[in-house]
Structure formats: C-alpha cells, structure tokens
C-alpha cells in the first residue's frame, strides 16, 4: 500500500512540475517579448526624438530665418530645468541644441529666478512650499513656466489654485489621436499640418486636466478620444497669470512610444520632412538628419516633431517678450 501511495505521489508531483514550469515558461516567453518590444519601440522613439530636433533646426532655418536667430541668441541662462523622475525635458532640449541650466528640485527653492526666463519643472514636480511661492511670485512677475503630467497637481494645483486640477482618474499606458484646438495660437505656429492625424503618448497613471476656470484656460491642443476614456478632453493648456504665463500638458514631454493608425503615418520619416514640411535635406548639413530618418515612419518622426517644434515656440516667444 506504500510503495503505491508513494507511486502515485511521485506522479503527481512530475505531473505539477511540468505543468508549472510551462506555464512558467510561458509567461516569461510573453514577458521577454513584450520587454523586446518595448525596447524596440523605445529605441526607434529615440531616433524620432533625436531626428526631430535635427528637423526643427533645419526648417526654421530654411523657412523661418528671423526667429531662428531669436532661437539661436538663447543662453543657458534663459532656461531653468527643473529635474524630474519620468519626465527629461533636458533631453528634448538637447536634441535641438537648445541651452540650459539645470537644476535639482531641491535647489530651486534656493536659487534666483529672472522674470525674463523660462523654468521648466519635470514630472513628477515634487517640491517643497517654498518652492511654490518662489513658482508663484516667478509667474506672477513676468516669468515663463512650463510643466509635464504629475505637476498638475503637484505644481499648477498648489501655486495656482483655481484655474486647473486633476480629475482622479489616471489614464493607462495609452496613445491617443489629438486635435488642434487654436491653430491662431503662436504657442502652435508650424506644429501641425493640415493632414496631419498626431497621437499623443499617455505614460501610465497619466493626469488627466479638469479646466476649472474656462474664462481664463486656453486650451491649445485637445483629443476628443482622451475625453472618452478617461473624462477630459484637454492636452496642453495655458493661462496668463500675473505678468507671466504658465503652459502645461499632460504626460511626458519626451515620447517614448508611438501608433500608427492610418496609412499616411505608415509612409516614410523622409516622407514627411520633404513633402509635407517642404525641408530641403539635399545639403550636407541635412547629412546627420537622414541618417536619423532611416527606419522611422512618419507617425513617429511627427509625434516627435510636433513636440519639438511646440517647445521651441514657447522658448522664441519668450525670448522676444524679453527685448519688450
């Protein structure tokens, strides 16, 4: 009766060991792709965030020769990056060969701010009440400030109340389809085309933007489809506050992740740099750019341009408002 029971025991426990172990197996089959994948897409949005500083520099050069040289007389004075967890404003920057000063979130309560310049505050803005007042007092003087995602409610809620908050329901690790809600907006001049369809990145627990005061946000770009799914419409946004100007928008700055949904965002990077922004990449000061622009299609070079060249306007307009 023993050797029986130890049989059937010996037996079962082959039978659970197999099972186990496929399943194990299995998961860490699905998990090594997906790790894969998202290093894939990882890898290809770096290019289209490298190509899409290249881009920017190039067009307004090309076409817009008078505010690239506003662009070009920046100084590392003129930016203040705050550093953050998710979020690396710096590297966008850095694609473009913008300047800047960077500094910790615990130094910003201790360093001198200029009216005159631009502070940008990386998700997820954790800093300390001094900082907000110093934020606040910036703004509210003449200064420029400029958010991502979590700032929302760690920055914007707690130094501006009253104007815009978290609605309480993050978003998930999501693209979505955008429109332009001001194309008259300074802030968007050459960031969208007419034919354009951009996505829009969504990190995971993203922060959705409840407008509280309407009289005075101005929402600049918008996504009807964010609105269905997690309840607000709003993007980017911006208010006058004081003599300075805040702009926000929600999720990271620098792309991470595209989608290609339509059979115009499948053509080619290159694509897009000639045809539909009309940049001239014969020269061999283009050589760096198509190089960049091999194996990217053109929703990922979009996506990534977009964003570039949106930052880029906040900053020459700044630099401009500066000389008034």
Known sequence: MFIRHAYL???????????????????????????????????????ANEAAGEIVKIRMEQQDPEKYRIWQDVENSDIIVVTGVYDHLQDVLDASRTPYSLISPEELSRVKLDPRQILMINCPGTVDRTAIEKIRTFVEKGGYLFTTDWCLLNVLERAFPGYVKYNDNPTKDDVVEVQVADRSDPFLENVFGRGSTPCWWLETSSYPIRIVNDRKVHVLITSKEMGRKYGETPIAITFNYGDGKVIHMTS????????????????????????????????????????????????EVENSYSNQQFIVNVIVERKETQKK
Do not use: W
């Not at 010996?10 to 290093?39: P, R, Y």
């Not at 949904?261 to 499948?266: D, K, P, V, W």
């Open 9 to 47: 025991f010996l037996l079962l426990f082959c039978f659970v060991t197999i099972v186990t172990t496929g399943t194990i197996n299995a998961k860490d089959s699905v998990c090594n792709q997906c790790v894969v994948a998202d290093n894939q897409s990882n890898g290809q949005m770096d290019k």
């Open 252 to 299: 990271h700055f620098y792309l991470q992740r595209s989608d290609t949904r339509y059979e115009r965002q499948s053509k080619s990077g290159t694509y897009y740099v000639n045809e539909e922004l009309k940049v001239d990449t014969s020269s061999p000061a283009a050589a760096k750019l198509n190089k960049d622009l091999e194996g990217l299609n053109l929703g």
